[in-house]
């Protein structure tokens, strides 16, 4: 994918993560939580033994969702 799909990408991802964690965070910080969080479920899901980030596709989303809310969780818990 090219550098301006990645940030739409991990934007959009992000913001997701936001809503569902319920936390709130700027459009820079949600490419960087979506980046981040594509690289954590692609790790996860890698380990599970699923299909991991294919392209610009739902289910890219999805792991990247799901890693976003592992970080913002991990991210909670620290400042705690």
């Known amino acids: 994918m090219g550098v301006i799909a990645w940030l739409v990408f991990g934007a959009l991802s ?3 993560a936001n809503r569902l964690m319920k936390t709130s965070t700027g459009l820079i910080d949600n490419i960087i939580i979506g980046i981040i969080g594509a690289f954590i479920g692609g790790i996860v899901f890698n380990f599970l033994g699923a299909q991991t980030i294919t ?6 989303i999805f792991v990247s969702v799901v890693g976003a809310c592992i970080l913002l969780w991990i991210i909670n818990k620290i400042r705690k």
């Open 55 to 60: 392209g610009f596709n739902l289910h890219s």
């Open 14 to 16: 992000g913001w997701i």
